[in-house]
């Protein structure tokens, strides 16, 4: 056991303390924190500070003033404190990481919301004239827009339809001026047309509108609000969490046993410990390194959760189980990465035999949605109980809003458990052969055969 212990801790150590790791390790959580940081406010929806005159003709006479009111300062600052309060109520919790609508609609006043001038031109107007103002930049004032609502577009022709308007813009006004613009007009005509009508609008608006409510998720054991966006991205952010601490270990076990292989390192580690002390020691090493990475990026993902105030969407539970899901994941893979190590003389040989053992690991991430979708489904149920993918599908499915049966679990554990012991019994016997064995590389079924001639 000491030897083991000692080919561990030299596996272990040469793997943590290479830059290479440690720059693996540490780069992905520092660009996901600057992608939190900047992404956010490259993305954000506030309209920019672009200000100018947005031009409209109004034979009406009925549109004008609502597109002037709805592209106030106040009335867009209105709309995006709504928009906030709304996102607030979807978020839960979540919620306290977001300023206070009062808060985010005085920003807005300050410096997001562009001042737009809305100026009414004659019915008469010179449209031609008027559109090459769009291209001129010695206006006295800058022309964003030019609007040119249609004579029917308040009060039917006579056919009893309704006419729209034409909308011109400076090339380069960006999306979200001309979103507003559009949404304006919307507003502005659809008020004008009740008004006609003699309806009040915001009875119009009581009629046409139906509140959504939240669903809620009935189970055996509990009734709770529905899965929102953030219970629905919590199972693939385990299943990210097992497969990445597993792939990177397993990674490093097959490239260390392939090196000291052709470096023939192997031969000297060989005359102080035993073939099966060494592959036990180098499985036990990497397991260590699989840990490292599996507790910072899960402690990274509950700092994130606590910051947001939403670490109650977690049940603490399933930090047990993704222990014991990476434990047997990980003792599947290492020891097929272990047995391909010792078999082949070179990085790119292995190829051929890992790509359909990481192909096998990835059909959840292929199935991922559907089974969070209906996690109890019998294609769910059935991939639950196939290794080496059951403990990557379990994991899904326990974190998904409703859960599998207890006997479900553990019956997965069991034949996980039995699918390790099964993969350690036969690169055992791989890993013995393989290690001395140089030359043309080979296929799975001289892998099978060298597992039935080890003694």
Do not use: C
């Not at 597109?67 to 209105?78: D, F, H, K, V």
């Amino acid at each position: 056991m000491r030897k083991i212990l000692h080919v561990a801790a030299r596996d272990f150590l040469a793997t943590v303390t290479t830059k290479g790791f440690i720059i693996a390790l540490l780069l992905p959580p520092i660009f996901l924190a600057a992608v939190g940081v900047v992404f956010p406010r490259v993305m954000n929806d506030r309209a920019p500070r672009q200000s100018g005159q947005i031009a409209i003709v109004d034979p009406t006479g009925q549109v004008a003033a609502g597109l002037r009111t709805y592209l106030s300062p106040e009335a867009i600052a209105g709309r995006r404190a709504g928009s906030l309060n709304r996102a607030r109520e979807a978020l839960g919790g979540v919620a306290r990481a977001l300023p206070p609508a009062p808060a985010m609609q005085a920003i807005d006043a300050a410096t997001g919301v562009p001042p737009l001038d809305v100026v009414e031109l004659p019915a008469d107007a010179d449209l031609p004239r008027e559109k090459q103002l769009l291209r001129s930049r010695d206006a006295p004032a800058r022309r964003l827009s030019l609007i040119v609502v249609h004579p029917d577009a308040v009060v039917p022709a006579a056919n009893n339809a309704f006419g729209t308007f034409d909308l011109f813009v400076r090339a380069g006004l960006d999306d979200r001026i001309e979103r507003e613009i559009l949404n304006g007009m919307d507003d502005a005509i659809v008020d004008a047309r009740v008004r006609h009508e003699g309806l009040d609008r915001q009875h119009v608006d009581a009629l046409t509108t139906v509140e959504r409510p939240k669903s809620i998720t009935v189970t055996d054991t509990e009734r709770n609000e529905g899965a929102s966006t953030l219970t629905r991205i919590l199972p693939f952010a385990f299943t990210l969490l097992l497969m990445m601490s597993v792939m990177s270990s397993g990674q490093y076990l097959m490239t260390t046993t392939i090196e000291e292989k052709s470096s023939r390192t192997m031969e000297v580690l060989l005359s102080a410990v035993s073939p099966m002390q060494l592959m036990a020691g180098k499985i036990l090493g990497q397991l260590g390194v699989g840990l490292v990475v599996l507790v910072l990026y899960a402690s990274v993902g509950l700092l994130a959760l606590f910051s947001m105030a939403l670490i109650g969407l977690l049940d603490m539970s399933l930090l047990i189980y993704l222990l014991i899901f990476f434990l047997i994941t990980y003792l599947i893979m290492g020891s097929a990465m272990a047995a391909v190590g010792s078999a082949v003389n070179e990085l790119r040989e292995a190829q051929a035999l890992v790509m359909p053992i990481t192909m096998m690991m990835m059909t959840p991430w292929l199935f991922w949605y559907p089974i969070v979708r209906d996690p109890n489904s019998a294609f769910s149920t059935v991939l639950s109980f196939i290794p080496p993918m059951n403990t990557l599908v379990m994991m899904l499915r326990l974190a998904s809003t409703a859960p599998p049966p207890l006997w479900q679990v553990w019956l997965s554990i069991g034949i996980g458990a039995g699918a390790a012991g099964l993969m350690l019994w036969f690169a055992s016997r791989v890993f013995r052969i393989g290690l001395l064995m140089y030359g043309r590389p080979p296929d799975f079924a001289t892998l099978i055969r060298w597992a039935r001639q080890a003694q």
